[in-house]
């Protein structure tokens, strides 16, 4: 069975920091590209990060770069979100994503349930 499990979300104030994580398990780790995406109150999804299947690229959205950074252990077969100087905007439900590469151009595409991150004073 596909898993993808988030934990690390919390409720902290404006400038202080966290770092979500994502295990995995049921599918090719190492063959999947890993994405963080979140999705505010009332808003729709937002993506994040993402980092390739072997760790080598990473891409960040606009609104966070410079303060999250993504990473991940294929021996562990886990993906992390460290987030800096986070925000009142930072709040949102984060979740996990996996798109394996099951053959070229084609992949499938998992996700976690989520793990809530709350930003206030």
């Known amino acids: 069975e596909v898993q993808l499990v988030e934990s690390g979300g919390n409720m902290v104030q404006p400038g202080e920091s966290l770092r979500l994580s994502c295990a995995a398990s049921g599918f090719p780790f190492s063959d999947s590209d890993m994405s963080w995406v979140r999705q505010a109150p009332g808003k729709g999804p937002e993506w994040l990060a993402l980092t390739n299947f072997d760790g080598t690229i990473t891409y960040y959205a606009e609104a966070v770069k410079g303060r999250f950074t993504v990473s991940r252990d294929n021996v562990k077969n886990t993906t992390s979100l460290q987030m800096y100087s986070l925000k009142p905007e930072d709040t949102a439900v984060y979740y996990c994503?996996?798109?394996?590469?099951?053959?070229?151009?084609?992949?499938?595409?998992?996700w976690g349930q989520g793990t809530q991150v709350t930003v206030s004073s």
């Open positions: 994503n996996a798109d394996e590469l099951v053959v070229i151009q084609r992949f499938r595409n998992y």
